[in-house]
C-alpha cells in the first residue's frame, strides 16, 4: 500500500460546473477525512467517514457539495455548480481504529482552480 | 479568538539553529498533531501526542495538557527543513483535526 491517492492531482474547471475527486485510503484504515485549505489557511475540516457512514459534516459544506464512501473503502466528494470561491486544495486523509493512538495518513490534495 | 494559534508565523534562521515553534489551543484535547506542508500541498504527519514529549531524529515535540501548549523544536536545523509547520489538535469523541494556521519555517544555508 502507497498511501493516501487522490485523483486528480489538479483540475480546472469553469464556474458553473460540476467536478468529482476521488480519495483511495490506506487500505486498513476505516476512517476517512475531507479537508479544505485556501490559500495562507490551515485545512479546515469538511466531514468524515467511519467505515461507509458518514458520521459528521461541518458547516462549510453546503448543499452542493457531497460525499460519498458506499463500500467503506474509496471515497468522493462532488461540488455541484462550482463558484470561484470553491477554489482550494483538498486533502482526504485516513487513520485507523484506535485512531487517538495512531496518526493521520494525508493525501497529496487535490487542487481545484475554478475560473 | 482562533481555537488553535502559533507562532511565530514566519521564522527565517541560519542552517544550525536550533528552531521552536509554539501552538496554543483553547479547547479540550485527545490528541495534537503536528504536520510538516511543503510547497505543492504535501502534508506529513509528524508526531502525534497527547503528553510529555516525543522524539525523532532532530524534531523533538511537548505538549502541556494542563497549560494548552505544544512546542514543536528542531536542532540542528538544515534548509531541507523549510517548510510550514502546522498544529492540529483533535477532540474529544470525533477524531477531526482542528488546524492552526501553520508556521512557515525557512532556513537559510
Known amino acids: 500500500d502507497t498511501g493516501v491517492s487522490q485523483d486528480p492531482r489538479h483540475k480546472i474547471t469553469k464556474r458553473g460546473q460540476n467536478v468529482t475527486f476521488r480519495c483511495d485510503p490506506i487500505?486498513?484504515?476505516?476512517?476517512l477525512y475531507w479537508y479544505r485549505q485556501t490559500l495562507g489557511q490551515g485545512p479546515e475540516f469538511l466531514t468524515y467517514f467511519q467505515n461507509e457512514a458518514q458520521l459528521e459534516k461541518s458547516r462549510l459544506l453546503s448543499d452542493r457539495f457531497s460525499a460519498e464512501r458506499p463500500k467503506g473503502s474509496f471515497s468522493t466528494l462532488e461540488i455541484q455548480r462550482t463558484e470561484q470561491g470553491d477554489s482550494a486544495m483538498y486533502l482526504c486523509a485516513s487513520s485507523r481504529p484506535g485512531g487517538f493512538i495512531d496518526g493521520y495518513t494525508f493525501g497529496s490534495g487535490t487542487r481545484l482552480t475554478v475560473v | 479568538k482562533n481555537e488553535v494559534e502559533q507562532s511565530p508565523q514566519n521564522l527565517t534562521a541560519q542552517e544550525g539553529e536550533f528552531i521552536t515553534i509554539n501552538c496554543s489551543y483553547s479547547v479540550g484535547i485527545s490528541a495534537l498533531h503536528w504536520l510538516q506542508q511543503h510547497p505543492g500541498g504535501g502534508i506529513v504527519s509528524l508526531f502525534m501526542l497527547s503528553s510529555g514529549k516525543k522524539k525523532h531524529g532532530r524534531l523533538i515535540a511537548t505538549i502541556n495538557i494542563q497549560e494548552k501548549h505544544s512546542s514543536l523544536h528542531i536542532t540542528a536545523s538544515h534548509p531541507r527543513d523549510s517548510a510550514v509547520y502546522i498544529c492540529?489538535?483533535?477532540?474529544?469523541?470525533?477524531?477531526?483535526?482542528?488546524f492552526g494556521t501553520g508556521t512557515r519555517l525557512t532556513i537559510i544555508p
Open positions: 487500505s486498513e484504515h476505516n476512517r
Open positions: 492540529a489538535p483533535r477532540g474529544f469523541g470525533n477524531e477531526k483535526l482542528t
